[in-house]
């Protein structure tokens, strides 16, 4: 083609193929805020249920007090946590904000109240309620680990596959010419 229609073709692919090229960065930021949306929900999670841990673990180590202080119980997390799970105490390095933040939403003294109670098996259930918030924290990080890695795969997948183009299939071009020619 090496008239008008070859120019308004190429006119056309040119935006089509800027179109695609804008929804694929789209498409890549959308993944990239879902991730980060994944990232900070799963570590809101984790610290929320290691500051519950902290919780039983501070009644613990502190006589079965049924209120302990915010720094007790960030002390006596920290504690546990370096000795027994060097995985979460470095989450725990890293969201040391995120943690301390979950003193505003939970209740030291009615979490512990119903445990307390039962004095003849208050240090166990102490100790078992606080494995169980480590666990749970475990497996909310690595829900978010394993959803972390199925995104790497879903952004390579991002790549606009059909891009656009243009494929001249039939020449049409003079035809009308050459018939008039043929007729005289």
Not at 109 to 115: A, E, F, G, Q, V
């Amino acid at each position: 083609m090496t008239c008008s229609c070859h120019k308004r073709v190429q006119n056309k692919l040119a935006i089509m193929r800027s179109d695609s090229k804008a929804a694929e960065g789209r498409y890549r930021q959308r993944l990239d805020a879902f991730r980060e949306g994944i990232t900070t929900g799963a570590n809101e999670i984790g610290a929320r249920h290691l500051y519950r841990a902290g919780i039983y673990w501070a009644s613990f180590d502190n006589e079965m007090i049924h209120e302990p202080l915010h720094d007790m119980i960030i002390n006596s997390l920290q504690i546990h946590l370096q000795e027994k799970y060097p995985d979460l105490y470095s989450f725990f390095l890293r969201n040391k904000n995120t943690v301390s933040s979950q003193s505003e939403s939970l209740e030291p003294s009615t979490m512990l109240s119903r445990i307390l109670r039962r004095k003849d098996k208050a240090e166990g259930l102490l100790r078992a309620s606080a494995e169980l918030e480590i666990n749970n924290s475990k497996r909310a990080l690595e829900r978010a680990e394993q959803l972390k890695e199925r995104l790497k795969t879903w952004k390579e997948g991002i790549n606009v596959r059909n891009k656009p183009e243009a494929i001249c299939i039939v020449e049409q071009h003079g035809v009308e010419e050459k018939k008039l020619e043929e007729l005289t």
